[in-house]
């Protein structure tokens, strides 16, 4: 089976950012948005979520206001590349660490989804995109967030790896 490659005017391949952050603008409210640093605005996302593979995640140092903050970047592919940035103390961060610490099997989709909570607070929601079965783990204080990430990069390169050596054995 060969892929169709569609010809014709597109974007190029270029990973497309989701900021997590409640706000409002022209009175619609969102909980992510795209940021255009040619216009320096803020586009909202109306659509509380993003179905994919996750395919990364990266800690990436960010300088705002004179210091440096870290960042996760959450790589999602779907009908193109995504990157969800957010600050690793977040409130979004955690919950979407605890969430994917239970999943085992990161070659079937996910939904990444988003909830407002109180003043500026995001939560992240996950569930299985097959079932629509919500994904979740109790919340803990005392969690090694470092641990969580390490483990589930380790399961990404594997997954990769073996998606890699299926596709070359094809």
Known sequence: MRNE?????CNPPEPIYLYV???EINGESYCWYRYDIAQDKIIPVQQKGLT???????????????????????????DEIYVIRTGIETNFAKTFLLAISQVENF?????????????????CRLYDAAT???????WNTNV???EI?????TQLEQSSNRNQLTISHS
Do not use: M
């Open 107 to 123: 070659s079937k989709p996910l939904i990444i989804g988003v909830v407002s909570g109180e003043e500026n607070v995001v939560f």
């Open 5 to 9: 490659v569609k010809l014709g005017l």
């Open 149 to 153: 990430i390490r483990t589930c990069q």
């Open 132 to 138: 629509k079965t919500r994904i979740r783990r109790e």
């Open 144 to 146: 090694d967030w470092a």
């Open 21 to 23: 952050s409640q706000g």
């Open 52 to 78: 994919g593979y996750l395919s990364e995640l990266r800690l990436t140092t960010k300088e705002f206001k004179g210091k440096d903050n870290l960042k996760l970047d959450i790589v999602v592919t779907a």
